[in-house]
């Protein structure tokens, strides 16, 4: 290892050490624990501020085209070399309102990523992905699925919340996209979950609706993809789950295969 790349990697301890990684999960079914007529008539959860139809194409934002930083994160030797490359970034305008940059968390590698839209209000407030009502519920799912938050990644597609829920912008997307890119490439999953149809649509660069995208198998790269829901757009409509849990028992009877 090269002196340059010893003091990278003692920067991202101490950024770790001070940043810390705090893990608090729930547990239990992944049934809300409210009222249907409650779920159906929240408001839409903070982590997932998009309708789950529509078209959403990202582009390639010209901060990102023009950032000469982006070359080094292909060599980050693991995340948290990553998480300092990326450093506190500002190359979209997301970074003015947020609290925290949500980066992602979990085992690295790891068989199973889920990959989000973006951070809520509890996210931002907590520096932590899916952590709010949607999250809960994310964990029930993964923890139906005999897994625990720990054993796969969880990310989302851009780190800092945007403002008002709101979908990010293409360029927003496109700013954030190659860390997303690069944490896939470290964390090397044999299958990425999206979720929701930002994500989808973000990383299978179509704008084809999610009811068409969800429950298809498609690919990544060289990585396997399932499209399904987002949590918050099961708990607004509960009658979803099954086929989200669908979706989930697919992924399971993949992972379950043997692997070359
Ligand atoms: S959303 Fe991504 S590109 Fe934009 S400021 Fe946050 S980390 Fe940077």
Not at 121 to 146: C, H, S
């Amino acid at each position: 290892m090269s002196d340059e790349l010893r003091e990278l990697v003692g920067a991202a301890r101490t950024f770790l050490q001070v940043h810390g990684r705090g893990r608090h999960f729930a547990t239990g079914d992944w049934e809300p624990k409210v009222p249907r007529e409650r779920a159906e008539a929240a408001p839409p959860a903070p982590d997932a501020g998009a309708p789950e139809e529509g078209p959403f194409v990202h582009a390639a934002g010209p901060v990102a085209a023009e950032d000469p930083s982006l070359a080094s994160l292909a060599s980050a030797p693991d995340m948290e070399t990553l998480r300092v490359l990326w450093g506190e970034c500002a190359r979209c305008p997301l970074s003015a309102g947020r609290n925290h940059l949500v980066f992602g968390e979990g085992a690295v590698p790891a068989d199973l990523m889920f990959v989000g839209e973006g951070p809520g209000e509890q996210e931002d407030l907590q520096g932590r992905p899916f952590v709010g009502r949607a999250g809960e519920l994310l964990t029930k799912m993964i923890e139906a699925m005999g897994l625990t938050r720990e054993r796969v990644f969880i990310a989302n597609v851009v780190k800092c919340r945007p403002p008002g829920n709101r979908d990010p912008e293409p360029g927003e997307v496109g700013a954030c996209l190659p860390v997303l890119r690069a944490q896939i490439r470290l964390i090397r999953p044999r299958v990425i979950v999206s979720l929701g149809r930002v994500s989808a649509q973000t990383l299978l660069e179509t704008s084809a609706p999610i009811s068409r995208l969800r429950g298809q198998w498609q690919r990544f790269g060289d990585v396997e993809l399932l499209p399904t829901f987002h949590p918050a757009y099961l708990l607004r409509s509960p009658e979803k789950k099954k086929e989200a849990w669908q979706d989930l028992q697919r992924v399971m009877e993949r992972l379950r295969e043997p692997h070359g």
